[in-house]
């Protein structure tokens, strides 16, 4: 494999797998601050308990996410020098702003929320929380600024062959990122939903598996009380499990709407700015209104000929890109010879194309992974979001059934709102190829603005250090995926106990020294 390829699976496996914590820290953060809220408000047991346990978590995948968002900052001058003199005038600004926030303001008001239990006064702690979780969402947005400037460059003038930012406002209020941000946000309380409606069940199902909890002949909940074999099963662990899942059912099916509504604007764009990406992610050969349910055929042959429709919505390709049924949206076939006139037929005779130089360019991306990903991400969303409605109606009656079936496929459809949030990402950074920075379509944009791929890679990097950096990075990221996956099951098991140790031992307990001192400012973090 070329260095380029190598460089771009590194980028691609680190990213990816980085982003599998981000959703989940921006949703959850916001989602405890609301329980720790309730908890202030109204002095309730089970509120103090929930902010407790979903903070423990919260704060693990918090810290694991941290460490692995690191090398992306590395991996800029390392791999990708070339795409880092382009684009660093531009993207100073925004990651300058994200750096304060991520590890300023998080770092600091988080801090102080996990050192501040029972020493700031309550409603100063709990302004801590929300500090850090807001500042989270608000460099999820800078982080997008940067993202969205690369599909759509505005706010900038080419000068000696770089794009120099004139216009900070413009880079800020990108319409690619006013529809990305929400989409993104929306997508990660879709995540968090999905979190606590699957560790909820299983906690609400462990309860009636060990008879704590029955069911009378009215088929409503009784409520019991954990013996010695049980500790801190108690009335208001029930509680915790039963108002978690509503919280995280009701989260999802909500979240799940607002991903929609703001996908279909960010696909009307996509059509409008990056034309090929969508045709792609149709397998849309010729032009045509009908949207593909289903696609068989060869998605990487070149001549995109024998692809076949089998299941299609007529009109509905029109309704997403015009919001009309009856436009026809242009094919791969039409739009080839528009990027050839536009962009050119062959990479330029260029030295920092290295190997290749002259060779013809491909406007068409990896329609596999364009088509498999655009249908993942809305499959596995609409799953969650139907498990979500689903879920609101089992547990009316306060719990849930004893199929310890039903209960797995709760546990694992944990995964489905991050295999769409991957799948999303996969899609969009993908189907942006060959560009690493993709021309400005508007006649009133910047059209001149754009870099290949082919041309972003560092060039003083060889074969063999990628190839020892790539193994490196997969190793580590691995040990790091068993590290937070054992802890995270550690805890989940555990339960609220697991976040309060109080609830179980008591200063007189010498078993592991759990809860002996209160004064530990760590003991939370434990």
């Known amino acids: 494999m070329e260095a380029l390829e190598l460089a771009r699976w590194q980028f691609g496996i680190t990213t990816v797998y980085h982003f599998l914590m981000v959703p989940l820290t921006i949703g959850l953060g916001l989602v405890v601050a609301c329980m720790q809220t309730m908890w202030v408000r109204t002095g309730a047991e089970q509120y103090l308990r929930m902010t407790k346990f979903w903070g423990k978590l919260f704060l693990i995948n918090f810290i694991l996410g941290v460490a692995t968002g690191l090398v992306q900052e590395f ?211 010729h032009d045509g209104t009908g949207f593909s349910v289903l696609s068989v055929g060869n998605l990487g042959s070149d001549s995109c000929e024998d692809i076949t429709a089998v299941i299609e919505i007529p009109g509905m390709l029109s309704f997403m890109a015009n919001g009309d049924f009856n436009t026809e949206v242009e094919g791969v076939n039409s739009l080839i010879p528009k990027y050839e006139e536009a962009y050119g037929t062959h990479i330029p005779n260029d030295p920092k194309y290295g190997e290749r130089a002259g060779a013809a360019i491909d406007y068409v991306p990896v329609m596999e992974v364009t088509y498999w990903g655009f249908r993942i991400m809305i499959g596995f969303g609409a799953l969650a979001a139907g498990a979500a409605a689903v879920a609101l109606f089992v547990v009316h009656k306060g719990t849930v059934p004893r199929s310890k079936w039903l209960m797995r496929l709760a546990v694992f459809g944990i995964l489905a709102p991050f295999g769409a949030n991957s799948a999303g990402w996969i899609f969009t950074e993908m189907g942006r190829q060959p560009f690493v920075v993709a021309p400005n379509p508007d006649p009133n944009g910047i059209d001149n603005v754009f870099m290949f791929t082919a041309a972003a890679v560092s060039p003083g990097v060889s074969t063999a250090e990628l190839i020892t950096s790539l193994c490196a990075f997969t190793l580590v990221y691995g040990l790091l995926l068993v590290v937070e996956v054992k802890l995270l099951f550690r805890y989940v098991r555990g339960g609220v106990p697991s976040a309060m140790p109080e609830l179980v031992h008591t200063d007189d307990d010498d078993d592991d020294g759990e809860g002996k001192d209160k004064g530990d400012v760590l003991a939370f973090a434990y």
């Open 75 to 285: 991996q800029f001058g390392m791999a990708w020098s070339e795409y880092s003199r382009f684009v660093g005038d531009v993207f100073g600004a925004p990651l300058a702003m994200e750096a304060l926030l991520a590890f300023f303001v998080e770092s600091i008001f988080l801090g102080l929320w996990i050192f501040g239990w029972d020493r700031l006064p309550k409603k100063l702690h709990l302004a801590t929380i929300w500090a850090a979780s807001t500042a989270s969402i608000g460099s999820a947005y800078f982080i997008l600024a940067a993202n969205s400037w690369m599909q759509h460059p505005v706010g900038v003038e080419m000068i000696d062959g770089r794009p120099v930012m004139v216009d900070v406002w413009a880079v800020l209020t990108n319409s690619t990122l006013l529809v990305a941000f929400p989409h993104t946000i929306f997508g990660a309380f879709a995540v968090a939903g999905g979190f606590l409606l699957g560790i909820s069940w299983y906690h609400l199902w462990k309860r009636r598996s060990a008879g704590i909890d029955t069911v009378d002949d009215g088929g409503k909940v009784v409520v019991g009380e954990g013996t010695d074999n049980h500790p801190g099963r108690d009335k208001a662990d029930h509680k915790v499990w039963l108002q978690s899942l509503r919280i995280g059912a009701a989260v999802a099916v909500v979240s799940f709407a607002g991903v929609a509504i703001t996908g279909d604007l960010q696909a009307k764009l996509m059509f409008e700015q990056q034309p090929m990406k969508m045709a792609a992610a149709e397998a849309a050969c």
